[in-house]
């Protein structure tokens, strides 16, 4: 097209969601998480004791750094997507995941992998919940140990391929199938040779 129409080229105005929005997004996150009230209550308490988390929360509370080398060490890992770190109701979360403390992170793989659903459903159902620096080479080591997986994973079964010899003549050798097209049946030669 050389010449663009109008409304092609017209973006309409970007608007970002205010503070309020914001915490509303993050509030119904907390009261959408699969999770009862006892465990909600062990991620907050165990949130309150993980030391990285506490300086993490911290930081999100501040104004983050704009140079990598003024963040915590302890805290890089959380660095790439400052934007969409937040809290509520002492716990944190990324996007609208939750943000597992060190010391659950074993046990929700546990749980998660349950159902020995593989690694590829694994890691989909894991990463629509949860986050934490790691999570997935933690989650593919798991299920690359796991005898319950390794025995059920879907494989494609690698047929050998099968060689034959070139005829000499034409014709000498064919292949047939049958095949349906727009409801009629087909008888289909192929000469080997050609």
């Not at 409304?7 to 959408?32: F, R």
């Not at 991620?43 to 004791?49: E, L, N, S």
Request: aromatic share 8%; with cysteine; glycine share 4%.
């Amino acid at each position: 097209m050389s010449i663009p129409d109008t409304l092609s080229t017209a973006s309409l105005p970007i608007k970002y969601p205010s503070s309020d929005d914001w915490d509303a997004q993050v509030h119904l996150s907390v009261n959408c998480l699969p999770m009862s009230d006892e465990y909600m209550n062990i991620f907050q308490q165990a949130t309150a004791d993980d030391a990285v988390l506490s300086m993490l929360k911290n930081q999100i509370m501040m104004e983050c750094p704009n140079k990598r080398a003024e963040i915590l060490q302890e805290i890089r890992p959380y660095s790439g997507f400052n934007e969409k770190l937040s809290e509520s109701n002492g716990l944190l979360f990324k996007g609208e995941r939750l943000i597992v403390p060190k010391v659950l992170q074993k046990e929700m793989l546990q749980i998660l992998h349950q159902g020995h659903l593989g690694c590829d459903r694994y890691l989909v159902t894991a990463k629509e919940v949860f986050f934490w620096p790691g999570m997935s080479k933690q989650i593919i080591d798991m299920v690359s140990t796991c005898a319950v997986c390794n025995e059920h994973q879907k494989s494609e079964q690698k047929e050998p391929l099968l060689l034959h010899d070139t005829p000499v003549h034409s014709w000498e050798k064919i292949g047939a199938d049958i095949f349906e097209y727009i409801g009629k049946n087909y008888l289909l030669l192929v000469d080997y040779y050609s």
